[in-house]
């Protein structure tokens, strides 16, 4: 009778795959060349983040040390007078309320009409879609300074220049082109077979508009969103033409009533209003990141 014989390899246990560790010497090399990208994004973190910094700091200094101590110099105490000053004498609260009156509603028609007419363009097919399109990008290319003037005829005759109509007419006309060719470019990124089956089950073009247009473009349309809320809340030209009271001044118009009869400026309470106006927007800009990266690649490839 053999006995049998165990093999000592088979008692072993077997050994985790060893991970091949990169050298030393090639790690040090791969930071080596990573240390310019490094450099130039501190840099740029620099020049991006400095001013701001600087003009928060700077909406604590009283009107003596902006004359005499060195711009770069920190404020000698937390003054916040600048900032009461800002709101009462600068009127920045009942600017601001004008700024939101003027671009809420010049926001929410200018996505609604130009995301309907980048359907309409693009999804629906009829005659002459391609030179109505070619017709609205022309719109584009129009300076509008070149339009301030008869504009301003047509709404002084209409009795429209002692409201906040004006600003809202001409924001939302200068705002459909663009937004008008973003949304048709985003819908060409859409599959066409899904309108297509929506068509064969009964749908309607309103239907399929409301039901598949509009949930697959919420990226997008919050995108577009926030670019021309950003354009008209920063806006002074058009506010500055159009705006003939006080009390109807949007913010950025606000910000000139800083400066004294003689033409002085206040330093302090015109960069705390400038720091209550640029950190709402950066607050804003920042929790709404990722969607406006999504948005900005939504269109970026056909489907």
């Known amino acids: ?59 604590f200094k009283t009107q003596a040390e902006f ?14 007078d600048n900032y009461i000053q800002a709101f009462t004498r600068g009127n ?14 010049s926001v929410a028609a200018i996505v609604l009409l130009g995301v309907a007419a980048g359907y309409a363009l693009e999804v629906m097919i009829w005659k002459g879609r391609h030179g109505v399109l070619l017709f ?11 339009i301030l003037v008869p504009l301003f005829t ?44 929506a068509t064969v089950d009964g749908s309607g073009p309103l239907r399929s508009f409301f039901i598949i247009g509009l949930p697959m473009m919420k990226n997008a349309i919050l995108t577009v969103g926030l670019v021309q809320f950003f354009s008209v809340w920063n806006d002074l030209l058009i506010a500055l033409t159009f705006t003939t009271r006080s009390e109807l001044a949007t913010i ?17 309470p015109l960069f705390a209003a400038i720091s209550i106006n640029i950190i709402v927007l950066l607050i804003v800009f920042v929790f709404l990141n990722k969607k406006i990266m999504a948005g900005l690649a939504a269109g970026s490839v056909k489907g």
Request: aromatic letters at 10%; proline letters at 9%; charged letters at 10%.
């Open 1 to 59: 009778m053999t006995a049998l014989t165990i093999s000592p390899t088979a008692t072993e246990t077997p050994q985790p795959p060893r991970r091949n560790r990169q050298p030393m010497g090639r790690r040090v090399m791969r930071a080596v060349r990573r240390l310019p990208v490094w450099i130039l994004v501190a840099l740029l973190l620099i020049v991006v983040l400095y001013p701001q910094l600087w003009m928060v700091l700077g909406s």
């Open 67 to 80: 004359l005499s101590n060195p711009t770069w110099a920190l404020p000698e105490a937390l003054n916040f």
């Open 92 to 105: 920045v609260a009942v600017n601001y309320w004008n700024s939101l009156l003027v671009t809420i509603p």
């Open 136 to 146: 609205i990008l022309a719109g584009i290319m129009v300076p509008g300074q070149m």
């Open 154 to 197: 047509v709404y002084f005759r209409a009795n429209l220049t002692d409201t906040l109509w004006p600003l809202i007419i001409t924001y939302v006309v200068m705002g459909i082109p663009l937004t008008t060719f973003l949304m048709a470019a985003y819908f060409r990124a859409v599959p066409r077979e899904m309108f297509e089956a």
């Open 252 to 268: 950025q118009v606000g910000l000139l009533s800083l400066s004294d009869e003689y033409g002085s400026t206040q330093y302090g």
